[in-house]
């Protein structure tokens, strides 16, 4: 018979003990760190792997409490300069600097979300050359667009400096009048940033830094880029150095529904051959096959398609329809609680479409149909996909077979209206 032979804490290697502590959630690592002194000493790496510094007065006070050498342990930073109170601005310098202090120590930063309230000095670009862990990189403006926009150039050469991104989440950019001097004074006046040109050029972009060069960066694998104007006809003829796996394309509040739905054609157009999963807020044609170049069906990897809130209803079926010839095999949607049954009739269009031509290809790969309601038309929406856990109750998943999702779309629908007439909340299912 074999000893079996018990370690006590106390004789555990220290790197044993730091791998076990990483296991931990936050409110264990935080029981654990108050046992004892050594305890502490072992969970910080774990106590500063996520911050959250939801305004500028967080990010100050951080940064007066906190040793800088304890910033080296960050692996997921989001940062607000947005300020807590109403009325008090901060100034614009001194929050760039404060953000470029943080920035410069973060050396193993792997996730980075910036929500602005107004534009950072262009001191700041040079920061992010040395994240050399940095992945993932969201920028939000929170700020008002008209007041203190947040500039396209100043975006795009911040992305092209961290050295190895492959994931960038963009929201309520602003055009450059460099980019689009067109826009300038224009129906249906588009706000526009003037002043940028002094940001520099970048090494590798030089100074063409408007979105479409967004494609020009070579590690890049998911772009989602939200609330922004698409308009630049570059996006159909900037030379692509990436391979886009997810993308996700919203609309311009400005503009209309059309006129989104051709930028959206003109960038799928473009690089849709390599993305394997696609995000829609709005509809798209067969027009978008016209912006392909070789002549062929762009999203010939496309497995994954996803619908937001903001998608109209009414466009669903042709535009599934329109994205036929690509190896579909998930389905997943999100509508307004509101639009709920408007969208199962329209699913039920499909699944009938589907029946028909089951003899063709038509959505032959197909496996299965998530449908998930929100009461919010920006409820649910990750950063870069729609993935599971955005699908609250009530929702379903179902096989797509046709006599199958059919009734079961039924049944979901009239469940949702006895859940509400009674008062209740029906819960997710699958079969």
Not at 206 to 215: R, T
Not at 238 to 256: A, K, N, R, V
């Amino acid at each position: 018979m074999f000893a079996h032979h018990v370690c006590s804490w106390d004789q555990l290697p220290v790197e044993v003990k730091f791998g076990i502590v990483e296991l931990l959630d936050a409110q264990d690592v935080q029981a654990f760190s108050r046992v004892s002194k050594q305890a502490y000493t072992l969970a910080v790496p774990a106590l500063w792997r996520v911050i959250d510094l939801k305004s500028i007065e967080a990010v100050l006070s951080y940064l007066g409490s906190v040793p800088p050498s304890y910033h080296r342990y960050i692996r997921d930073l989001s940062i607000c300069t947005k300020s807590a109170s109403a009325t008090h601005a901060r100034d614009h310098a001194a929050v760039s600097e404060q953000c470029c202090q943080l920035l410069s120590q973060c050396t193993q930063l792997e996730r980075l979300t910036l929500n602005l309230a107004a534009a950072l000095d262009k001191s700041v670009i040079p920061c992010f050359t040395d994240l050399r862990a940095l992945r993932i990189l969201a920028i939000n403006h929170c700020g008002d667009e008209q007041i203190s926009p947040l500039s396209e150039r100043l975006v795009v050469s911040i992305a092209a400096s961290v050295p190895d991104l492959k994931e960038l989440s963009l929201d309520r950019i602003t055009r450059s009048a460099v980019h689009a001097p067109e826009l300038i004074g224009a129906y249906p006046f588009v706000p526009v940033v003037q002043g940028d040109e002094a940001i520099p050029s970048h090494p590798v972009l030089g100074s063409e830094l408007s979105l479409p060069s967004l494609l020009r960066l070579q590690t890049l694998k998911k772009l989602r880029i939200r609330d922004t104007h698409l308009g630049d006809p570059k996006w159909a003829v900037t030379p692509i150095c990436c391979s886009l796996e997810f993308l996700d394309l919203g609309s311009c509040y400005h503009e209309s529904q059309d006129y989104n739905r051709v930028c959206t054609e003109r960038i799928v157009g473009n690089v849709g051959h390599t993305v394997d999963e696609f995000s829609l807020n709005t509809a798209i044609s067969t027009e978008t096959y016209s912006f392909e170049k070789p002549k062929e069906t762009p999203l010939k990897k496309l497995r994954k398609i996803h619908l937001t809130p903001l998608f109209p209803v009414e466009n669903v079926v042709d535009t599934l329809a329109t994205l036929s010839g690509s190896p579909v095999e998930e389905l997943s949607i999100r509508c307004h609680e509101d639009d709920v049954a408007d969208m199962c009739a329209a699913l039920q269009d499909f699944m009938t479409l589907c029946d028909e031509r089951k003899e063709s290809d038509f959505y032959k790969r197909l496996a299965h149909i998530k449908v998930a309601t929100v009461t919010d038309i920006y409820d649910g929406a990750t950063p870069l996909a729609a993935d599971a856990q955005s699908f609250r109750a009530p929702c379903i998943d179902i096989p797509a077979d046709p006599a199958v999702a059919i009734p079961r779309l039924q049944e979901y629908c009239e469940g949702l209206s006895c859940s509400e007439s009674c008062g209740t909340e029906s819960t997710c299912s699958a079969a």
